[in-house]
């Protein structure tokens, strides 16, 4: 059974992509079978993988608007790569008129569980399934999320990445109330740290409160942290707290 997990921030310029094809490309050298899944509109992770104009030809409208009946059908979309376990589906330009397209079916049904309910028919072909999504909240993201099991966050080290992160987490519960779902927040990562920065520091020891910081130098300093909700909740609310009380823990 595939696990899908989508990177997911609605601020651009977080390496968002870039830790998309990074992922894809440990977990591959590790031996899993890997999907890595393009749906930002920019292609930047499909031309990394030299795939500049192969999605363009492809009906998207099928894959996410519609119940295919064939694994064959979904299979038709994805293409492999040069590197070894490592398939994708690539994006296209056509995405940005999809997102109208899945509004109108969205107004008559549940038309962001199509998606959800094509990959599943790959559910025996890939250990993981990583979506690099569009950096704007739309309809297109709205189906990834509701395809995946966990969602995964890099934010760079400013004050602009929390208002983003509590809007997933809405976004989060709603879908999982609408429809049922068990849509997990598995963590988040930041990326592009100056770790000399006053305001990098201050996160840092306010997130080690939490659990541990796990850090590595893959393209760069990054740490990463794997908190809950509730926690980076309050974290962010209140970014000058050097403890945290009982009740939020």
């Given at each position: 059974m595939?696990?899908?997990i989508?990177?997911?921030?609605?601020?651009?310029?977080v390496?968002k992509?870039?830790?998309?094809?990074?992922?894809?490309?440990?977990?591959?050298?590790?031996?899993?079978?890997?999907?890595?899944?393009?749906?930002?509109?920019?292609?930047?992770?499909?031309?990394?993988?030299?795939k500049?104009?192969?999605?363009?030809?492809?009906?998207y409208?099928?894959?996410f608007?519609?119940?295919?009946?064939?694994?064959?059908?979904?299979?038709d979309?994805?293409s492999?790569t040069?590197?070894?376990n490592?398939?994708?589906?690539?994006?296209s330009?056509?995405?940005?008129s999809?997102?109208?397209?899945?509004y109108?079916?969205?107004?008559?049904?549940?038309v962001?569980?199509?998606?959800k309910?094509n990959?599943?028919?790959?559910?025996d072909?890939?250990?993981?399934i990583?979506?690099?999504?569009?950096p704007?909240?739309?309809?297109?993201t709205?189906?990834?999320m509701?395809?995946?099991n966990?969602?995964?966050?890099?934010?760079?080290?400013?004050?602009?990445?929390y208002?983003?992160?509590?809007?997933?987490?809405?976004?989060?519960?709603?879908l999982?109330?609408?429809?049922?779902?068990?849509?997990?927040?598995?963590?988040?990562?930041?990326?592009?740290?100056?770790?000399?920065?006053?305001?990098?520091k201050q996160?840092?020891e306010?997130?080690?409160?939490?659990l541990?910081?796990?850090?590595g130098?893959?393209?760069?300093?990054?740490?990463?942290?794997i908190?809950?909700?509730?926690k980076i909740?309050?974290l962010?609310?209140?970014?000058?707290?050097?403890?945290l009380?009982?009740?939020?823990?």
């Amino acid at each position: 059974m595939s696990e899908i997990i989508s990177l997911i921030n609605e601020k651009g310029g977080v390496g968002k992509s870039s830790s998309a094809i990074s992922i894809a490309q440990i977990l591959a050298i590790s031996g899993y079978s890997i999907l890595l899944i393009d749906l930002d509109p920019q292609m930047n992770t499909s031309k990394m993988f030299g795939k500049n104009d192969e999605g363009n030809a492809k009906d998207y409208e099928q894959l996410f608007c519609k119940k295919l009946s064939k694994k064959s059908e979904v299979l038709d979309y994805i293409s492999q790569t040069d590197y070894e376990n490592i398939s994708i589906l690539c994006a296209s330009r056509v995405l940005n008129s999809l997102i109208y397209k899945i509004y109108d079916e969205s107004k008559e049904s549940n038309v962001e569980l199509c998606f959800k309910y094509n990959l599943a028919l790959l559910k025996d072909d890939y250990d993981y399934i990583i979506i690099d999504n569009s950096p704007f909240k739309s309809y297109l993201t709205t189906c990834a999320m509701c395809a995946s099991n966990k969602i995964i966050t890099p934010i760079c080290v400013d004050n602009f990445s929390y208002d983003g992160l509590m809007s997933l987490f809405d976004t989060i519960e709603e879908l999982n109330q609408k429809y049922a779902l068990s849509i997990e927040f598995a963590g988040m990562f930041m990326t592009r740290v100056a770790g000399r920065t006053t305001l990098y520091k201050q996160m840092y020891e306010v997130m080690k409160i939490c659990l541990p910081i796990y850090e590595g130098n893959a393209q760069g300093r990054i740490s990463a942290c794997i908190l809950q909700q509730d926690k980076i909740r309050y974290l962010f609310q209140h970014q000058n707290a050097v403890s945290l009380p009982e009740s939020a823990l």
